[in-house]
């Protein structure tokens, strides 16, 4: 079965500082990618998504993430964050050919004024 | 184009009573998941539709929990009875298909909140 690891709690980040939230999978196949964002009693909203071609891959409000096929990661990364990023971040993977979506514990991201 | 509409927002019950969310997906979303997200935790699935069959149900706790989506569309998840560790969000989330390879995102609705006391 696909699962995710996102082995930090928290991440807190200045205002205007690169932000890095980091994510590792495993599947047994090919892996369709996704990340989601959660702002306090909301539902998750998609981010961006890495189903094939180039690594790096472009989605919502500036975030971007790369995937490393040898690694086994997706990091979601944005240049420079905003306070109105602080939100929890999901990572999620849905191996190919197999229709569950399994999520990562989550992470907080602080932004600091 | 109207989201995902969850209802009720919050509940708060005790142990032993009944209670079900209702869910609309956004239209044309042939796929309908309920998921249940933990303080803490990430969303686990529940159940997963697509129109008004039951794809994977393997991790509902099939003796309290149920779920149905008569006609395809709306959606109802039942807990009775409830237990303490019930305690958690329950999300519904739906898909457009896109092909066989499921590659689509989900859209999900704003959550009902479950406090069983």
């Known amino acids: 079965a696909q699962s995710v690891a996102q082995p930090e709690d928290q991440v807190n980040v200045a205002e205007g500082n690169p932000l890095t939230v980091k994510c590792t999978y495993s599947v047994s196949g090919n892996p369709y990618l996704f990340w989601y964002v959660q702002y306090p009693n909301r539902g998750l909203q998609f981010l961006l998504k890495y189903i094939t071609g180039d690594n790096l891959v472009k989605g919502s409000y500036g975030f971007e993430a790369e995937f490393n096929k040898s690694q086994t990661s997706f990091h979601l990364k944005k240049p420079s964050a905003l306070v109105s990023d602080s939100a929890l971040y999901f990572c999620?993977?849905?191996?190919?050919?197999?229709?569950?979506?399994?999520f990562g514990k989550g992470n907080q991201v602080v932004v600091i004024p | 184009e109207a989201g995902v509409a969850q209802s009720p927002r919050y509940k708060i019950i005790e142990k032993r009573q009944s209670v079900a969310f209702w869910c609309n997906p956004i239209?044309?979303?042939?796929?309908l998941y309920w998921y249940q997200q933990i303080l803490g935790q990430g969303p686990k699935l529940l159940i997963q539709?697509?129109?008004?069959?039951?794809?994977?149900d393997s991790q509902l706790p099939k003796d309290r929990f149920s779920a149905e989506r008569l006609k395809g569309v709306d959606s109802t998840l039942k807990i009775q009875p409830a237990k303490l560790e019930d305690s958690a969000v329950y999300l519904c989330a739906s898909r457009r298909i896109q092909g066989a390879q499921n590659t689509g995102e989900l859209f999900f609705g704003e959550g009902s909140r479950l406090t069983v006391l």
């Open positions: 239209s044309g979303h042939a796929t």
């Open positions: 999620a993977v849905r191996d190919y050919g197999n229709n569950r979506l399994a």
């Open positions: 539709f697509q129109n008004n069959g039951v794809v994977d």
